[in-house]
């Protein structure tokens, strides 16, 4: 079954790094996702993303988030400066233009000391 | 705009009993409602999703859920709980019309008692 796979599953990283979070979505899939779980909050959106441009953003993703697709298979979350509080664990999700189920990569752990 | 109200944050039961795992939604528009399940250390994985269609949703595992618009719920039910069912559940609501986030709800810890 087709699923969407994401790299590294874990990073630590130091306060003020620069820090890209690697997904490669379903291969027909054309919408999609950041979410991120902070530990023990819920699950919240962060960005989603069509037709090479960003549709919708939260509150959260600020100037110091950004995504990309630099090719036909990679999407990627970069975080120009790491705070503390970007510790979390970021799930990377994608859906095609027919259905509305998203699915989730198995999450990328980020901690930042 | 959208939110979902999980009443329970921790359900614990014996293996072989049924589980009930509550969820009420609130949506502007007509929602779609879907349960994720995440096991330690795992990614969130579908249980079953509710587009309109039928009322009674199946999953997989043997979950199913069933959608109430007058009590705006989405409860999920299982007959008979396994220990491979530990795990937290997210209820899930997005709406339909012109808007592909998904709101999550803030979990149910399931934990299966031997």
């Known amino acids: 079954e087709p699923e969407v796979t994401q790299t590294p599953s874990h990073q630590v990283t130091q306060m003020g790094q620069e820090v890209i979070l690697r997904c490669v979505p379903i291969s027909n899939h054309l919408y999609f996702y950041w979410y991120r779980q902070i530990l023990g909050q819920k699950v919240e959106f962060l960005v989603s993303?069509?037709?090479?441009?960003?549709?919708?953003k939260s509150e959260i993703f600020d100037d110091q988030f950004s995504v990309e697709r630099p090719d036909g298979s990679n999407f990627t979350l970069k975080i120009r400066s790491t705070k503390l509080e970007d510790s979390a664990m970021y799930f990377c999700?994608?859906?095609?233009?027919?259905?509305?189920?998203?699915?989730f990569g198995e999450g990328s752990w980020l901690t930042v000391v | 705009a959208q939110s979902v109200t999980q009443l329970d944050s921790h359900v614990s039961v014996s293996e072989g009993t049924p589980v009930l795992l509550r969820c009420n939604y609130s949506?502007?528009?007509?929602?779609?409602l879907f349960w994720y399940v995440q096991h330690p250390n795992k990614g969130l994985q579908l249980l079953l999703k509710y587009t309109s269609a039928a009322t009674l949703v199946k999953g997989i595992n043997g979950f199913e859920a069933e959608f109430k618009k007058s009590e705006t719920s989405f409860h999920l039910t299982k007959p008979s709980a396994h220990m491979s069912d530990a795990a937290e559940y997210f209820c899930v609501v997005s709406a339909q019309i012109g808007n592909e986030k998904l709101t999550f709800g803030t979990g149910t810890r399931l934990t299966i008692i031997p």
């Open positions: 949506s502007s528009y007509s929602p779609s």
């Open positions: 993303f069509y037709n090479n441009e960003i549709s919708e």
């Open positions: 999700a994608s859906r095609d233009n027919r259905g509305n189920t998203i699915y």
